[in-house]
């Protein structure tokens, strides 16, 4: 089914992103397409109703574009300008504060999962990385959404950051593919 499926999409697709659950369609996505990176992931969710207590030692606020430039830099290698600019305006990229200063960020893609967690490299191993996420499980959960996220197999610190917050981590890889 994956096969056909692949078949109906034109060959000169430029661009695109695709999501394979079976190894053997990552392989024919790459092929078809001559697509070049591949990010095996695992997928991980919060299933809990109930909110996460925030770290009040760090000030959390949405992201102004007045950040774009910062979070560009620390970010650019992952994501282009143009996709962060749009998080950023879309109110669903937060950062962490210290004295006034943008220690880290944390969004929600497009397709509303979370990710784009970074933390600076002179305030990490302070908690910044978990209140960021605290703090946006709690929004996505405002809203009445359920908080998830792909997690780089490769990604220990991530893994055990979503494991600590509770969330439940998937068996399955899931293979993103541009």
């Not at 969710?45 to 770290?55: H, S």
């Not at 300008?81 to 998080?87: D, S």
């Not at 784009?116 to 405002?142: C, K, S, T, W, Y």
Request: net charge neutral; proline share 2%; glycine share 8%.
């Amino acid at each position: 089914m994956g096969e056909r499926l692949l078949s109906l999409i034109p060959r000169g697709l430029k661009d695109g992103l695709f999501v394979a659950h079976q190894e053997f369609l990552k392989d024919s996505i790459c092929r078809r397409f001559d697509a070049g990176i591949v990010n095996a992931c695992v997928q991980a969710a919060y299933t809990r109703k109930t909110l996460l207590e925030e770290d009040s030692r760090f000030c959390i606020r949405p992201l102004t574009i007045s950040f774009l430039e910062e979070v560009y830099s620390h970010y650019h290698t992952v994501h282009d300008k143009e996709y962060l600019e749009g998080r950023i305006r879309s109110g669903r990229m937060y950062g962490a504060f210290v004295e006034e200063t943008l220690a880290g960020f944390i969004g929600m893609h497009a397709e509303c999962s979370m990710g784009m967690l970074e933390v600076f490299e002179p305030f990490r191993r302070q908690g910044i990385g978990e209140a960021l996420e605290r703090h946006l499980i709690n929004r996505i959960l405002d809203e009445g959404r359920v908080p998830f996220c792909q997690i780089f197999t490769d990604n220990e610190a991530s893994v055990k950051l979503q494991q600590k917050l509770g969330l439940r981590i998937g068996r399955q890889t899931v293979y993103w593919v541009s």
